[in-house]
Structure formats: structure tokens, C-alpha cells
């Protein structure tokens, strides 16, 4: 992994998206439309690490659980859905000043869920992976 500089993800297409909630707290969230479906990321600061100084499994988690689920509610026609399950392996350590990019697909569908793979990266190498499953919620 590239640990000079961090990047400015505005400079390479990223988008900040502000939101409310949970991760309005931990972000900003990146957003960039891919030929395969949207990234998502997030810039990696101190306030992200655990004692030992890399970003805590749990923010790497919260990046995959959104991703995810956001892949899942534009593969349902814009549904809401909510994790059921979710698997993540940690692959790598991850640093302040990086930059994290989470990308997803979706495995396979049934009425009321949705499987998915997905992963995260810094600089092109992949740092954590995830499989997860995710209930589409019924129309109030």
C-alpha cells in the first residue's frame, strides 16, 4: 500500500455525500459511478483507530455494511433492506491517511433477500473482504 500522501478523492471523481445518521457521524462518504455499479469511500483519520493505531475492524465494518446495503437497495428497485448477516475478513492493516474504497455485487436474489460479496481497498490492494445478507423490507 501506498503510504505517502493521502489523496483527495474530489481529484480523482469522487463525490462527498452527506448523510444523516450513523455514518454522518464517522464520514464524509465518497460515492463514484463505476461501469460495474457505485464505490463507496471514506478518508481514514485518527479518530478511525483503535489503540494500536490502524482504523478499528468496526469502521472498516460500518464502510462494508453501507456499501452493501446500498448495492442491494438499487438492485431491489430502491428498497430498503437491512443486514441479516455479515461476514468480514481483515486482510491488511489500514492507516490514517488512507484512502478506503469499498465495491460490492450482488450473488444472487430471492423474494425477500439478497446475497452479496463485496470488498474494500487502499491503493489497489485489498484489505478486507466481506459476504453478507441482506432482507429487502416490506412497503409500510
Wanted: hydrophobic fraction near 45%; glycine fraction near 12%.
Amino acid at each position: 500500500m501506498n503510504d505517502s500522501k493521502p489523496i483527495d478523492p474530489a481529484t480523482h471523481g469522487w463525490k462527498a455525500r452527506s448523510l444523516e445518521g450513523f455514518f454522518g457521524l464517522v464520514g464524509p462518504l465518497w460515492a463514484r459511478k463505476e461501469e460495474g455499479g457505485w464505490a463507496y469511500g471514506f478518508v481514514a483519520e485518527a479518530r478511525h483507530t483503535n489503540p494500536a493505531g490502524i482504523v478499528h475492524g468496526g469502521m472498516l465494518t460500518t464502510l462494508l455494511d453501507h456499501a452493501l446495503s446500498a448495492i442491494a437497495w438499487e438492485a431491489n428497485e430502491r428498497r430498503p433492506c437491512v443486514t441479516v448477516q455479515l461476514d468480514t475478513h481483515f486482510l491488511a492493516p489500514v492507516l490514517p491517511g488512507h484512502f478506503v474504497e469499498a465495491r460490492g455485487r450482488v450473488v444472487k436474489r430471492t423474494g425477500s433477500l439478497v446475497f452479496l460479496q463485496g470488498g474494500l481497498s487502499v491503493a489497489g490492494e485489498e484489505v478486507a473482504m466481506a459476504s453478507a445478507v441482506l432482507k429487502v423490507l416490506e412497503p409500510r
